[in-house]
């Protein structure tokens, strides 16, 4: 059996405890300034395993060898309804530490999976499908040079019993032991029979599991820590070695196509579709009109909204955000502008910051530019290496299933105009007293690769189109079609998801 190997009555002596934990704590010391001062990777620490063995002291023990100021222990309760709003994961990616820190956990992802496979909430097709959902989170934090430990914490059902009658039984510590405890050691057999599944299928390169006997605090505390330090040193070797090969930076490579220009989605839009002032101005007011109210209706019915804009330099996704949250509750609508990364965002997964702007319940989120920046401004100018930008493609995809399947409407809009068009804005922009701060030297240059971008945009749309979130792509060269095809999309769509 799987824990068999953790019920072997393994012990330490005091004496041997402290003579190791004082070298043992220089160790980790050493290990997390050098992590703090690469600054290259995050450390994530899950304490999953059974009720009594230990998780909570080792947490606090980690505390007291290490230096708790580059440390962060969560301990996750009930969902809040923040965190019900959201999609499920949500909380995970809000909590990520940034590079150089270390993460703790405490009732994390394989928390709630476990409760519910047990007291039979989620039959074994949703507990595999939970699974499956993990694992590709923490291969996309793995897949960005994340270091993941997991232990599972183990006791024997008489050993359980034993710790939690000694809790109960200490006045001091018997606030320590609720009724769930008592339940769950009810369902011991159930319990292991679950972690062995979980511990089978999530035990993967890169975040492996590791089943620790917990009976023996000195043991237990000793071999966590070791763990810990052993792993840590051979992720810091690694990228260190890494950093030194790149000259201290991660190696870049363009992802600019070297074949001839391909024929792409954007070349079969009729851009010439036009609309006359008098009919935009009279539509505009009854779109308008129409999508406030809807917009009210989902506040009431606690229905959120999350609106992409991607496209050209100048291919008017400002106006069209303009136009349609003019109509929309300012008080429950936001507008996320996003540009280079700043340094707190660098210091995480590149999806981090897009997470924490997902809207509450109700809410509409609208990103002006967004997480395809990985497969176009950062593939373009190398600041993404191919290895990074092509495994985005499905990252970007399984997140956004989780904020469909959360019940968010999404809708992602591609506003796309001519190559001269787009030069015949600029000059416009050059001339304008309000708009000529919009125009960069960085637009210009990105105008001389129009070609090379708009084999990432088709690339996107090839890639990530898909059932759950198409791409809408929008004729952009007459604004005013575009501005009225946005509203009216979004009018549609949020009119079905309401009936």
Same mark, same amino acid.
């Given at each position: 059996?799987?824990?068999?190997?953790?019920?072997?009555?393994?012990?330490?002596?005091?004496?041997?405890?402290?003579? @190791?934990?004082?070298?043992?704590?220089?160790?980790?010391?050493?290990?997390?300034?050098?992590?703090?001062?690469?600054?290259?990777?995050?450390?994530?620490?899950?304490?999953?395993?059974? %009720?009594?063995?230990?998780?909570?002291?080792?947490?606090?023990?980690?505390?007291?060898?290490?230096?708790?100021?580059?440390?962060?222990?969560?301990?996750?309760?009930?969902?809040?309804?923040?965190?019900?709003?959201?999609?499920?994961?949500?909380?995970?990616?809000?909590?990520?530490?940034?590079?150089?820190?270390?993460?703790?956990?405490?009732?994390?992802?394989?928390?709630?999976?476990?409760?519910?496979?047990?007291?039979?909430?989620?039959?074994?097709?949703?507990? %595999?499908?939970?699974?499956?959902?993990?694992?590709?989170?923490?291969?996309?934090?793995? %897949?960005?040079?994340?270091?993941?430990?997991?232990?599972?914490?183990?006791?024997?059902? /008489?050993?359980?019993?034993? #710790?939690?009658?000694?809790?109960?039984?200490?006045?001091?510590?018997?606030?320590?032991?609720?009724?769930?405890?008592?339940?769950?050691?009810?369902?011991?057999?159930?319990?292991?029979?679950?972690?062995?599944?979980?511990?089978? #299928?999530?035990?993967?390169?890169?975040?492996?599991?590791?089943?620790?006997?917990?009976? %023996?605090?000195?043991?237990?505390?000793? @071999?966590?820590?070791?763990?810990?330090?052993?792993?840590?040193?051979?992720?810091?070797?690694?990228?260190?070695?890494?950093? /030194?090969? /790149?000259?201290?930076?991660?190696?870049?490579?363009?992802?600019?196509?070297?074949?001839?220009?391909?024929?792409?989605?954007?070349?079969?839009?009729?851009?010439?579709?036009?609309?006359?002032?008098?009919?935009?101005?009279?539509?505009?007011?009854?779109?308008?009109?129409?999508?406030?109210?809807?917009?009210?209706?989902?506040?009431?019915?606690?229905?959120?909204?999350?609106?992409?804009?991607?496209?050209?330099?100048?291919?008017?996704?400002?106006?069209?955000?303009? @136009?349609?949250?003019?109509?929309?509750?300012?008080?429950?609508?936001?507008?996320?502008?996003?540009?280079?990364?700043?340094?707190?965002?660098?210091?995480?997964?590149?999806?981090?910051?897009?997470?924490?702007?997902?809207?509450?319940?109700?809410?509409?989120?609208?990103?002006?530019?967004?997480?395809?920046?990985?497969?176009?401004?950062?593939?373009?100018?190398?600041?993404?290496?191919?290895?990074?930008?092509?495994?985005?493609?499905?990252?970007?995809?399984?997140?956004?299933?989780?904020?469909?399947?959360?019940?968010?409407?999404?809708?992602?809009?591609?506003?796309?105009?001519?190559?001269?068009?787009?030069?015949?804005?600029?000059?416009?922009?050059?001339?304008?007293?309000?708009?000529?701060?919009?125009?960069?030297?960085?637009?210009?240059?990105?105008?001389? #690769?129009?070609?090379?971008?708009?084999?990432?945009?088709?690339?996107?749309?090839?890639?990530?189109?898909?059932?759950?979130?198409?791409?809408?792509?929008?004729?952009?060269?007459?604004?005013?079609?575009? #501005?009225?095809?946005?509203?009216?999309?979004?009018?549609?769509?949020?009119?079905?998801?309401?009936?």
């Amino acid at each position: 059996m799987m824990f068999d190997t953790a019920e072997l009555g393994q012990s330490v002596s005091q004496s041997d405890f402290k003579a @190791r934990e004082r070298e043992l704590r220089t160790r980790l010391l050493i290990l997390q300034y050098r992590t703090l001062e690469l600054a290259r990777f995050p450390v994530l620490i899950d304490f999953a395993g059974v %009720d009594g063995a230990g998780k909570g002291t080792t947490v606090n023990m980690l505390n007291k060898w290490m230096d708790p100021r580059w440390l962060r222990s969560i301990g996750y309760r009930v969902q809040t309804q923040e965190e019900r709003a959201r999609p499920r994961f949500w909380r995970y990616w809000r909590d990520l530490p940034p590079k150089g820190r270390i993460g703790l956990y405490l009732s994390g992802r394989y928390s709630r999976p476990l409760l519910n496979r047990v007291y039979g909430d989620s039959d074994e097709l949703e507990f %595999d499908r939970r699974l499956a959902g993990i694992i590709r989170f923490e291969n996309a934090l793995v %897949d960005d040079g994340a270091l993941i430990l997991k232990f599972w914490m183990h006791l024997s059902q /008489a050993d359980q019993k034993q #710790r939690l009658d000694a809790l109960s039984a200490d006045p001091m510590q018997s606030y320590r032991v609720s009724d769930d405890d008592w339940q769950n050691h009810e369902r011991y057999d159930d319990f292991i029979g679950a972690a062995e599944q979980i511990i089978t #299928r999530t035990n993967r390169g890169g975040a492996q599991w590791n089943i620790v006997e917990g009976k %023996d605090s000195n043991f237990r505390h000793l @071999r966590i820590g070791e763990i810990i330090a052993d792993e840590l040193s051979r992720h810091l070797e690694m990228h260190e070695q890494q950093a /030194a090969a /790149a000259g201290g930076s991660v190696a870049i490579h363009s992802g600019e196509p070297t074949s001839p220009r391909q024929r792409t989605v954007f070349d079969g839009l009729d851009l010439s579709r036009t609309v006359s002032r008098s009919d935009y101005k009279s539509k505009l007011k009854e779109y308008q009109a129409g999508l406030g109210e809807l917009g009210r209706k989902a506040f009431d019915q606690g229905v959120s909204t999350v609106l992409v804009f991607e496209g050209p330099d100048a291919s008017g996704k400002g106006g069209a955000i303009r @136009r349609a949250i003019w109509s929309l509750d300012a008080r429950t609508s936001r507008v996320h502008q996003f540009a280079a990364p700043t340094e707190e965002e660098r210091a995480h997964h590149y999806l981090w910051r897009f997470w924490r702007k997902l809207p509450q319940a109700g809410f509409v989120s609208v990103f002006d530019r967004s997480w395809y920046g990985r497969v176009l401004v950062e593939r373009a100018e190398g600041y993404a290496t191919e290895a990074e930008w092509r495994r985005a493609y499905n990252e970007i995809n399984d997140f956004e299933n989780q904020i469909v399947d959360h019940g968010i409407l999404l809708l992602k809009f591609w506003l796309h105009i001519g190559e001269d068009e787009q030069l015949e804005r600029f000059r416009k922009r050059e001339k304008s007293p309000y708009k000529h701060w919009k125009l960069t030297e960085e637009d210009w240059r990105n105008r001389e #690769r129009w070609d090379e971008y708009e084999q990432f945009g088709h690339d996107v749309v090839q890639y990530t189109s898909t059932q759950k979130a198409p791409w809408i792509i929008v004729e952009g060269n007459d604004k005013l079609h575009a #501005r009225l095809k946005v509203i009216e999309t979004i009018s549609d769509h949020l009119a079905a998801r309401l009936a």
